[in-house]
């Protein structure tokens, strides 16, 4: 490594920290990249997590890179290391274990946490998992075969995906809600019904306006009590509450946060020569004009990959529309854009089928669509993006309904060279 090569340094080898560090090699032959993380895998798909808790997908296929690849590539990656503390102005990190190391240029791509169940007798259950990390779906994994009776907390995403993989494994799947239906925030009644029939037709027991009051420990299961007249004993118990932000390191040292790490439309922090990638920034977003976090892996592999450009030099804004695609049960969810989980000031329109279990909601911000969420058939899907990223003046609501419900055209074919 030369003298004078630049020395990036990247907190995190998740999606924004590995594609950032590969997107950094491929554009500089001669830079020195150190990764540390506090996990002891390369990165893994985290995204592939709910298959392999579904059994339908082998161990080794949610890694995403080895460490031959890393070699390859000379990324120095650092695993089972924590950095403990950021001195921005001397620009060092200090890791633990490993001491001092000093950085030219620095990423953080800390991601979040899952907030852990808080209830009484939750620190000394065992059978109590969040759904976050590898190590923790590899003990669900192992709990499984034993178990007959699975209870689940929480009304958003990792809820879901809890629910879908225990009750394809056929246990008997409890599914607890703190509110009176699914993703409360961002889709209404409705929206909320559709996911309960799709639910149910998967045999999932469904609990609204339920949490979990106590957990007692017995033998191998967990007895639960609910806060509104739920009780069973269960063999695995699985919470979904969201995540905290991991930028506990950076305590008083200057660095802006406020739920991640506050940047700017090119992904800068306040600090000189400190960029923030993926779920942990809190970047402004030139689509929908304002700051917001993302919690998807597309979106992370996308900061990362454009983060290193402006780590290199460029200045380029990242624009992107924010979209998640899931299964939803037997069927589909697709969220792009704000909904009014962000951006309560939004207005909805919704048009929604029972029994064909299908369902749109658009979100408008005076004559702009900006975001959109559809279960069921996700023709269409494509159309309301263009109209998200090209912010096109809408004078009637309706027409962008009616344009879905249009047959697609097919695609011309290119003509012949
Ligand atoms: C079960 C599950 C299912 C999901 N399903 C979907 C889906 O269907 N579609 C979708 O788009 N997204 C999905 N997501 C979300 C997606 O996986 C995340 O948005 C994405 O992986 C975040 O990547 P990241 O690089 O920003 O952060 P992370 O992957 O969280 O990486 C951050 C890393 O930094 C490490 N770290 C933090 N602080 C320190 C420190 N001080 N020192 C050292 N290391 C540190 C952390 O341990 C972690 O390894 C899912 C997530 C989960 C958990």
């Known amino acids: 490594m030369g003298a004078n090569a630049t020395r990036f340094v990247i907190i995190g080898n998740g999606a924004a920290g590995t594609y950032a560090a590969e997107q950094l090699r491929k554009d500089d032959a001669a830079c020195e990249i150190v990764m540390i993380d ?6 893994y798909n985290r995204v592939s997590l709910p298959r392999y808790l579904k059994g339908v997908l082998l161990e080794q296929r949610v890694y995403v890179r080895d460490q031959a690849w890393h070699d390859k590539n000379r990324i120095d990656l650092r695993l089972e290391t924590k950095v403990t503390q950021v001195d921005f102005e001397h620009k060092t990190v200090m890791l633990d274990p490993g001491g001092e190391l000093r950085y030219d240029r620095l990423l953080i791509a800390t991601g979040g946490r899952p907030n852990p169940l808080t209830c ?14 590898f190590d923790e779906t590899k003990a669900m994994v192992a709990k499984i075969p034993e178990s007959k009776v699975v209870v689940i907390l929480g009304g958003s995403f990792i809820g879901y995906e809890l629910t879908e993989a225990f009750s394809f494994r056929k246990l008997e799947t409890h599914w607890l809600m703190r509110g009176p239906w699914f993703l409360r925030r961002a889709l209404d009644e409705a929206g909320g019904k559709i996911v309960s029939l799709l639910a149910e037709d998967q045999g999932v027991h469904l609990h609204y306006e339920e949490a979990i009051a106590k957990v007692e420990q017995s033998n191998g299961a967990v007895k639960v009590t609910g806060t509104a007249g739920f009780t069973a004993t269960a063999d695995i118990v699985g919470v979904g509450l969201g995540l905290t932000m991991n930028i506990d390191i950076f305590g008083d040292t200057g660095l802006e946060t406020n739920v991640g790490v506050r940047t700017n439309e090119f992904l800068e922090t306040n600090m000189p020569d400190v960029w923030a990638a993926g779920d942990v920034a809190e970047f402004y977003d030139v689509v929908s004009q304002r700051h917001h976090r993302m919690g998807t892996w597309d979106n992370s592999l996308n900061h990362g990959r454009h983060v290193a450009k402006n780590m290199l030099g460029a200045k380029q804004p990242y624009v992107e529309v924010p979209t998640y695609a899931s299964g939803m049960f037997d069927s589909n969810i697709s969220v792009m854009g704000v909904t009014t989980e962000e951006e309560p000031d939004a207005e909805a329109i919704v048009e929604f089928d029972y029994e064909g279990r299908n ?4 979100f408008f911000l005076g004559d702009k669509l900006v975001g959109a969420m559809l279960i069921g058939k996700m023709k269409g899907r494509k159309k309301v993006l263009e109209l998200i990223s090209s912010r096109t003046p809408i004078d009637r609501r309706e027409m962008v309904l009616e344009m879905l419900a249009m047959p697609e055209v097919p695609a011309r074919p290119a003509p012949p060279a």
């Open 38 to 43: 506090d996990e002891q895998y390369t990165l």
């Open 120 to 133: 009484e007798g939750a620190v000394s259950a065992r059978s109590v998992f969040n759904f976050q990390y």
């Open 359 to 362: 369902y749109k909601r658009l």
